[in-house]
């Protein structure tokens, strides 16, 4: 079992910058892959990049490619998604999630991920 806890959110404007931050617990973090999902208002809650349990492979959906970096600390138990370039389409709750696999990459499927934190809010205004 793992908990995971955001933090890092909120009100931005656009070409802004924002970084969160994924605390776990309860788990050996290094067993691992981290993810980060979005979910914009009525819409579905899609992948945004992951990373594998040593943060040597990410993978990272193709609308924030260049604009996004996913990164781990595992001393910290942490995983960060440093955003930049935010755009008001980058509105939206995020969340992190775990899953016990070691694809380098990591898979991107939501269902992969047993373990979700409450998420966190971000919002890119125009």
């Known amino acids: 079992q793992v908990q995971l806890v955001e933090s890092g959110g909120g009100l931005v404007q656009a070409g802004g910058s924002l970084r969160l931050s994924c605390a776990a617990s309860?788990?050996?973090?290094?067993?691992?892959?981290m993810a980060w999902f979005r979910q914009a208002p009525g819409k579905e809650r899609e992948y945004v990049a992951t990373?594998?349990?040593?943060?040597?492979?990410?993978r990272y959906t193709d609308s924030v490619k260049g604009r996004f970096t996913i990164s781990r600390d595992n001393a910290k138990n942490t995983v960060f998604l440093q955003m930049n370039g935010l755009k008001p389409e980058d509105t939206a709750v995020y969340y992190c999630?775990?899953?016990?696999?070691?694809?380098?990459?990591?898979?991107?499927?939501?269902?992969?991920?047993?373990?979700w934190g409450q998420g966190t809010q971000v919002t890119v205004s125009s």
């Open positions: 309860g788990s050996t973090f290094s067993n691992y892959a």
């Open positions: 990373i594998n349990w040593s943060g040597g492979g990410t």
């Open positions: 999630a775990a899953a016990r696999q070691y694809h380098i990459p990591p898979t991107p499927q939501e269902r992969e991920y047993a373990y």
